[in-house]
Protein backbone atom coordinates (compact mmCIF):
# COMPACT_ATOMS: atom_id res chain seq x y z
CA UNK A 1 0.00 0.00 0.00
CA UNK A 2 1.67 3.39 -1.41
CA UNK A 3 1.55 6.56 0.85
CA UNK A 4 -1.33 7.94 -0.71
CA UNK A 5 -3.43 5.26 -0.11
CA UNK A 6 -2.48 4.87 3.32
CA UNK A 7 -3.49 8.45 3.90
CA UNK A 8 -6.78 8.01 1.79
CA UNK A 9 -7.79 4.95 4.27
CA UNK A 10 -7.05 6.66 7.06
CA UNK A 11 -8.84 9.76 6.51
CA UNK A 12 -11.49 7.14 5.58
CA UNK A 13 -11.78 5.40 8.47
CA UNK A 14 -11.41 8.62 10.68
CA UNK A 15 -14.79 10.12 8.67
CA UNK A 16 -16.77 7.21 9.36
CA UNK A 17 -15.37 7.12 13.19
CA UNK A 18 -16.03 11.13 13.13
CA UNK A 19 -19.88 10.60 11.50
CA UNK A 20 -20.73 7.60 13.72
CA UNK A 21 -19.75 9.97 16.81
CA UNK A 22 -21.63 12.93 15.32
CA UNK A 23 -24.77 10.97 14.76
CA UNK A 24 -24.42 9.58 18.38
CA UNK A 25 -24.02 13.05 19.98
CA UNK A 26 -26.96 14.05 17.92
CA UNK A 27 -29.27 12.22 20.09
CA UNK A 28 -27.15 10.90 23.63
CA UNK A 29 -26.42 14.25 24.30
CA UNK A 30 -30.28 16.11 24.47
CA UNK A 31 -31.55 12.52 26.13
CA UNK A 32 -28.50 12.89 29.02
CA UNK A 33 -29.33 17.07 29.53
CA UNK A 34 -33.02 16.68 29.07
CA UNK A 35 -33.40 13.56 31.89
CA UNK A 36 -34.13 15.25 34.87
CA UNK A 37 -36.05 17.90 33.04
CA UNK A 38 -39.61 17.95 34.19
CA UNK A 39 -41.87 17.02 31.32
CA UNK A 40 -45.65 17.20 31.05
CA UNK A 41 -47.43 14.48 30.35
CA UNK A 42 -50.69 14.27 28.02
CA UNK A 43 -52.88 14.18 31.03
CA UNK A 44 -50.88 17.20 32.67
CA UNK A 45 -51.65 19.56 29.69
CA UNK A 46 -55.50 17.98 29.23
CA UNK A 47 -55.65 18.81 32.56
CA UNK A 48 -54.12 22.43 32.54
CA UNK A 49 -56.50 22.91 29.50
CA UNK A 50 -59.46 22.48 31.98
CA UNK A 51 -57.99 24.17 34.60
CA UNK A 52 -57.62 27.61 32.54
CA UNK A 53 -60.66 27.02 30.32
CA UNK A 54 -58.65 27.71 27.20
CA UNK A 55 -59.52 27.90 23.61
CA UNK A 56 -58.79 24.17 23.04
CA UNK A 57 -61.27 23.00 25.70
CA UNK A 58 -63.35 25.10 24.04
CA UNK A 59 -62.92 24.04 20.82
CA UNK A 60 -62.57 20.20 22.28
CA UNK A 61 -66.26 20.92 23.51
CA UNK A 62 -67.81 22.39 20.20
CA UNK A 63 -66.58 19.21 18.47
CA UNK A 64 -68.38 16.88 21.14
CA UNK A 65 -71.63 18.76 20.52
CA UNK A 66 -71.23 19.21 16.39
CA UNK A 67 -70.39 16.00 15.80
CA UNK A 68 -71.73 13.87 18.65
CA UNK A 69 -71.75 9.99 16.96
CA UNK A 70 -68.06 10.61 15.93
CA UNK A 71 -67.56 11.94 19.63
CA UNK A 72 -68.44 8.54 21.13
CA UNK A 73 -66.32 6.50 18.48
CA UNK A 74 -63.57 8.09 20.11
CA UNK A 75 -63.89 6.99 22.91
CA UNK A 76 -64.23 3.27 21.88
CA UNK A 77 -61.45 4.09 19.95
CA UNK A 78 -58.41 2.02 20.49
CA UNK A 79 -55.32 1.22 18.54
CA UNK A 80 -51.38 0.24 19.04
CA UNK A 81 -50.32 3.24 17.41
CA UNK A 82 -51.23 5.96 19.31
CA UNK A 83 -51.58 4.23 22.75
CA UNK A 84 -54.79 4.71 22.45
CA UNK A 85 -56.03 1.48 24.23
CA UNK A 86 -58.79 1.97 26.74
CA UNK A 87 -62.07 2.06 26.07
CA UNK A 88 -63.98 5.39 27.53
CA UNK A 89 -66.94 4.43 29.02
CA UNK A 90 -67.52 7.99 30.42
CA UNK A 91 -67.96 9.57 26.75
CA UNK A 92 -68.11 13.31 27.84
CA UNK A 93 -65.75 16.06 27.26
CA UNK A 94 -62.98 15.66 30.20
CA UNK A 95 -59.64 15.05 31.24
CA UNK A 96 -59.71 11.19 29.83
CA UNK A 97 -61.55 12.20 26.24
CA UNK A 98 -59.83 15.23 25.73
CA UNK A 99 -56.14 13.50 26.34
CA UNK A 100 -56.66 10.79 24.53
CA UNK A 101 -57.35 12.80 21.50
CA UNK A 102 -54.51 15.20 21.54
CA UNK A 103 -52.57 11.97 22.08
CA UNK A 104 -54.01 10.26 18.75
CA UNK A 105 -54.10 13.34 16.70
CA UNK A 106 -50.44 14.42 18.11
CA UNK A 107 -49.79 10.52 16.42
CA UNK A 108 -52.01 11.08 13.12
CA UNK A 109 -50.32 14.68 12.52
CA UNK A 110 -46.97 13.26 12.40
CA UNK A 111 -47.92 10.11 10.25
CA UNK A 112 -49.06 12.72 7.82
CA UNK A 113 -46.10 13.93 7.74
CA UNK A 114 -47.40 17.73 8.38
CA UNK A 115 -44.01 18.43 10.42
CA UNK A 116 -43.07 18.46 6.49
CA UNK A 117 -44.81 21.44 5.50
CA UNK A 118 -46.00 23.04 8.82
CA UNK A 119 -42.95 24.39 11.71
CA UNK A 120 -44.23 24.46 15.19
CA UNK A 121 -41.59 27.72 16.39
CA UNK A 122 -41.84 31.31 16.20
CA UNK A 123 -38.51 32.55 15.53
CA UNK A 124 -36.90 36.31 16.60
CA UNK A 125 -36.47 37.13 13.53
CA UNK A 126 -38.32 38.29 9.93
CA UNK A 127 -41.31 39.32 12.11
CA UNK A 128 -42.48 35.99 12.90
CA UNK A 129 -44.87 37.08 15.79
CA UNK A 130 -46.62 39.19 13.25
CA UNK A 131 -46.95 36.85 10.57
CA UNK A 132 -47.26 33.54 13.22
CA UNK A 133 -48.75 34.67 16.00
CA UNK A 134 -52.60 34.96 16.91
CA UNK A 135 -54.01 38.42 16.05
CA UNK A 136 -54.25 41.10 19.06
CA UNK A 137 -53.51 38.36 21.44
CA UNK A 138 -50.26 36.91 21.40
CA UNK A 139 -46.76 38.18 19.71
CA UNK A 140 -44.49 36.07 21.87
CA UNK A 141 -41.65 33.78 20.03
CA UNK A 142 -41.17 30.59 21.18
CA UNK A 143 -39.83 29.64 24.55
CA UNK A 144 -38.40 26.35 26.07
CA UNK A 145 -41.53 25.89 28.31
CA UNK A 146 -43.68 25.17 25.44
CA UNK A 147 -41.43 22.40 24.51
CA UNK A 148 -41.38 20.55 27.77
CA UNK A 149 -44.07 17.92 27.30
CA UNK A 150 -45.42 14.67 26.09
CA UNK A 151 -46.45 16.17 22.87
CA UNK A 152 -43.13 17.47 21.87
CA UNK A 153 -40.88 14.85 22.34
CA UNK A 154 -39.53 14.30 19.24
CA UNK A 155 -39.72 18.26 18.94
CA UNK A 156 -41.87 19.10 15.79
CA UNK A 157 -40.24 22.27 14.73
CA UNK A 158 -40.05 21.23 11.09
CA UNK A 159 -37.53 21.80 8.21
CA UNK A 160 -39.62 24.40 5.69
CA UNK A 161 -42.88 26.29 5.78
CA UNK A 162 -44.75 25.61 2.91
CA UNK A 163 -47.98 26.21 4.99
CA UNK A 164 -47.45 28.57 8.07
CA UNK A 165 -46.52 27.81 10.96
CA UNK A 166 -48.71 25.88 13.45
CA UNK A 167 -47.33 27.04 16.93
CA UNK A 168 -49.75 29.56 17.26
CA UNK A 169 -52.87 28.45 15.50
CA UNK A 170 -55.37 28.46 18.26
CA UNK A 171 -58.25 30.85 18.34
CA UNK A 172 -57.14 32.00 14.95
CA UNK A 173 -59.53 29.94 12.93
CA UNK A 174 -62.93 28.58 14.50
CA UNK A 175 -64.11 25.06 14.18
CA UNK A 176 -65.90 24.66 11.25
CA UNK A 177 -62.85 27.02 9.24
CA UNK A 178 -60.82 23.81 10.61
CA UNK A 179 -63.00 21.20 9.26
CA UNK A 180 -63.68 22.42 6.15
CA UNK A 181 -59.53 23.45 5.82
CA UNK A 182 -58.79 19.14 6.57
CA UNK A 183 -61.21 18.10 4.39
CA UNK A 184 -60.56 20.22 1.55
CA UNK A 185 -58.19 23.14 1.95
CA UNK A 186 -58.71 25.10 -1.34
CA UNK A 187 -62.41 25.78 0.05
CA UNK A 188 -60.85 28.01 3.00
CA UNK A 189 -57.53 28.83 1.49
CA UNK A 190 -57.58 29.47 -2.35
CA UNK A 191 -54.61 28.41 -4.40
CA UNK A 192 -53.33 26.36 -1.02
CA UNK A 193 -51.37 23.45 -2.24
CA UNK A 194 -52.26 21.61 0.54
CA UNK A 195 -53.73 18.10 -0.39
CA UNK A 196 -57.49 17.29 1.63
CA UNK A 197 -57.65 14.71 3.95
CA UNK A 198 -60.86 12.63 3.13
CA UNK A 199 -60.08 9.77 4.84
CA UNK A 200 -60.26 11.95 8.11
CA UNK A 201 -64.24 12.09 7.56
CA UNK A 202 -67.07 9.63 6.71
CA UNK A 203 -70.85 10.42 6.18
CA UNK A 204 -73.14 10.64 9.09
CA UNK A 205 -76.00 8.49 9.69
CA UNK A 206 -78.04 12.26 7.53
CA UNK A 207 -75.52 11.87 4.73
CA UNK A 208 -73.85 14.30 5.77
CA UNK A 209 -69.95 14.50 5.25
CA UNK A 210 -68.57 14.76 9.10
CA UNK A 211 -64.90 14.31 10.73
CA UNK A 212 -64.67 11.05 12.21
CA UNK A 213 -63.00 9.90 15.47
CA UNK A 214 -59.31 10.14 13.93
CA UNK A 215 -60.71 13.72 12.39
CA UNK A 216 -61.88 14.26 16.10
CA UNK A 217 -58.62 13.80 17.66
CA UNK A 218 -56.32 15.40 14.71
CA UNK A 219 -58.80 18.82 14.97
CA UNK A 220 -57.90 18.67 18.63
CA UNK A 221 -54.67 18.20 18.50
CA UNK A 222 -53.99 21.51 16.24
CA UNK A 223 -56.26 24.10 17.92
CA UNK A 224 -54.59 23.04 20.81
CA UNK A 225 -51.51 24.40 19.55
CA UNK A 226 -50.58 27.66 21.38
CA UNK A 227 -53.76 27.69 23.59
CA UNK A 228 -51.96 28.26 26.40
CA UNK A 229 -50.98 32.08 24.95
CA UNK A 230 -54.73 32.85 24.36
CA UNK A 231 -56.44 34.82 26.87
CA UNK A 232 -59.67 34.29 25.66
CA UNK A 233 -62.79 36.99 25.08
CA UNK A 234 -65.96 35.56 26.46
CA UNK A 235 -67.24 33.78 23.76
CA UNK A 236 -64.08 31.93 23.48
CA UNK A 237 -65.18 30.31 27.01
CA UNK A 238 -67.61 27.51 28.22
CA UNK A 239 -70.11 28.23 30.38
CA UNK A 240 -71.07 25.98 33.78
CA UNK A 241 -74.17 24.97 31.98
CA UNK A 242 -72.06 23.45 28.94
CA UNK A 243 -69.47 21.66 30.87
Not at 132 to 137: A, E, S, W, Y
Not at 150 to 170: H, S, Y
Not at 181 to 186: A, E, R
Request: proline share 6%; aromatic share 14%; with cysteine.
Amino acid sequence: MGKMERFSFVALVAGIIFFLFADFISWALPMFVLKDIPKKSVEDLAAEAIAKNTTAWSDFNKLARYYPDSFKKLCEYTEAYSGAGDVIKDCKPNEKTFAKALRIGHRWYIAEGCWNCHSQMVRPVSNETLRFGIPGVSNTVSYPSEFQNELQAPVLWGTKRIGQDLIRVAAVHDVSWHVAHLYNPQSTSPGSVMPGYPWFFEKDKNGNIVPNERGIALLTYVMWLGSWEVKPPKSFRIETAEK
